[in-house]
């Protein structure tokens, strides 16, 4: 600054005032301000004069210097607790030590030691922005150990925390070629799994590699609109998109799964209930750890569906946004090949190459919906109309007043173990020995076929089925009609009057409020016949102990009426293993006696490693079934004995094959000719075997039938 200038009133650290006014000589030249000077270059420069001859001495003179020193010192002090804040711990202690140092001595008048003071300071604020500079120096400017130190630091962390060990960003910069390896890898196992739910079959039958050659015109259209579509409408259609086809691939396996236990497609609107009672299945066969495992696995199944289908069509949206153009001509492409495959009608494998099976799904399953909601609605007011519903007790089945009646369904007995190479042998046999049998103890019978509402599973379908004389094939129609004032045919027998009725359900667990649309006075779950043996899986006790109870608890209890029995047999109850046998009727005792038979028989599991040995086990259930029932008849049957006993359904695909009838055997048995003489028009066949060629009816159709045949005379209800 101009010597002749007034310097500002400072005060030092110290706490002394400077004020002076410098004489102004003619032979004085003003000394320049001081250029600014770049942080490298400061540490070569000084606070003193430039000119030699300038004066140095005089109190004056130190006075002024002392005060441009202070006024520095001020400043840099400001500087350095702004840079203190943001530098490393060391580098605050340190710089702390040297700024405490330097600010006593600062008060000292001597000029040289002011000088020293000033160059110890510049050399100071000279290293701070060289450390700076060190610090954030570019990578092409750095030494290469201080890089190679940087890149230890960053593995092994900071103060802060340590950082993480794997960074994709990094990984993919130092291993260039295995990271494009692997998001080809990634990106077209992605567009796999798409095509794959796209094209994917519901039919385990139709699990072939033809199906999935085909190209999906949902991926083509799905192509355009991630394509087309900005960053953030493509993610979250994407994302909606990815779950949607994640669904789409359950409800496929879905009905995978329920058309080969059930022999139909799963309904989405009535056929979550039944999930309950599979679980419960499961535990009844495996035990509750393993029903537990598998209901776990289902659930870890469908999230990691859900997750990776989304995950999938987010990454191929991703792909063809940053090679727009090529996903573009690519689409274009396959888009006319897909049209020219659907015009010449291109197959490969007996199979269409140009599919829209999703699309046809889709509306497939809406139809379904639309379908059951209206099926609600009409069957409503089908189960009100009844042929029967307003006729008399007294015009009911007079033709068999007097008679014991027991209706009896054989769990899953259906025409493929009549009729399959494998099972038939035996069955076939059994029949005919348990014929001859029955005929030297005096009863005879006539068999023929119905078609069953159900199939593999769902039995309480079969069995309102076949009592309401209704077609009840699924859960709505059942809760409708049992609800319902409909006459099932049980139901028949207590309006006459004439008759007690009882019920023998060893499968029935826990509250059956059905009893009373059946028309029984008392009904005997599995808790309630004093069973105390093992359990055979899910059949809670073996036919012949089931049988045995009856006759003990109610069969051979004398009465003043007869007695009609509806008694369902669980021992061919999936899946057939353990399978019980035949003991001495007199050594049943309390069931303890199967506790051996039980242990020495296959696991549940067993059947489920081969469908050859589902077959054998479900022929020998059969066999066990039809034995244990027939040798009752002849034991405690009479003549005003009256049996009729059916399948509820077939047996499941595993066991009856992809395309077999749902047609169950249906058998009448009685020692009174007239019994039977009243069903000669039937065409049914002598014996319990029916014939090949035998009537076929729905089964839906039995109750008028046999109404009918029996006397009863029709006075419609509902009308």
Known sequence: MPLNTRAPQTTSKAGAATDGILPAEEDERPVPEAEPVAPDESADRTTEPDDEDAPTAGNEVAETEAAETETAKAEAAETEAAETETAKPEAAETEAAETETAEPEAAKPETAETETEEAEAAETETAKPEA?????????????????????????????????????????????????????????????????????????????????????????????????????????????????????????????????????????????????DAYSYLQDTLGGAGALGVLLAAVAIVLVVLAVSALSVVRLGNVMARHRSTSTRTVLVLSMVWMTCTVLGLQFGGVSLAAERTVTMLKARSDLIRQTIRDERDF?????????????????????????????????????????????????????????????????????????????????????????????????????????????????????????????????????????????????????????????????MPDQYALEAFQRLEHGRKRDKPLMSEIILTSSHTPWAPIPKMVGWNQLGDGSVFDAIQKAGNKPDYTYTSDTHSKEEYGKSVQYSVTALTQFLERYGNDDTVLVFLGDHQANAHVSGNHA?????????????????????????????PAHNAPVWKMSSFRDRFLTAYGSTPHPAGD
């Open 661 to 689: 009838s749902h047609d169950v055997p249906c058998a009448i048995v009685a020692k009174d000719p007239k019994v039977l003489d009243r069903i000669a028009s039937w065409g049914w066949t002598d014996g319990l075997r």
């Open 380 to 540: 409503a007011n089908t189960a009100k109309v009844d042929a029967f519903g307003a006729t008399p007790g007294s015009q009911l089945v007079p033709d068999l007043r007097g008679k014991d009646m027991i209706f009896t369904f054989i769990e899953s007995y259906g025409r493929s173990a009549i009729e399959d190479p494998v099972m038939a042998p035996g069955v076939d046999k059994t029949l005919d020995s348990s014929t001859q049998a029955l005929a030297k103890a005096g009863f005879h019978a006539k068999s023929g076929w119905l078609t069953s509402a159900t199939y593999g599973g769902s039995s309480w379908l079969g069995h309102s089925t076949f009592l309401s004389g209704l077609w009840i094939d699924n859960q709505n129609r059942y809760r409708t009609v049992t609800t319902s004032d409909h006459l099932s045919l049980t139901k028949v027998f207590k309006k006459t009057g004439a008759w007690d009725t009882v019920g023998i359900m060893p499968g029935v667990q826990k509250g059956w409020p059905e009893q009373k649309y059946y028309g029984l006075d008392k009904v005997y779950n599995a808790f309630e016949m004093g069973y105390k043996g093992p359990k055979f899986s899910w059949s809670t």
């Open 132 to 276: 700076a500079e060190t610090e954030t120096a570019e990578p092409e400017t750095a030494e290469p150990e201080a890089a190679e130190n940087k890149a230890a630091e960053d593995r092994a962390g900071t103060a802060d925390g340590p950082r993480p060990r794997f960074r994709p960003r990094t990984w993919r910069a130092d291993h260039p070629l295995a990271a494009r390896v692997l998001g080809i890898t990634v990106t077209v196992l992605a567009g796999v799994l798409v095509v794959v739910s796209l094209v994917m079959p519901n039919r385990l039958a139709s699990f072939r590699p033809a199906m999935f050659t085909r190209i999906p015109v949902e991926a083509l259209i799905g192509g355009v609109v991630l394509t087309a579509l900005p960053r953030r409408p493509r993610l979250v259609v994407a994302w909606v998109g990815g779950v949607a086809l994640g669904v789409q691939t359950m409800l496929n396996l879905l009905d995978a799964g329920f058309y080969q236990y059930l022999g139909r497609d799963f309904n989405a609107v009535l056929d979550w209930p039944l999930l309950s």
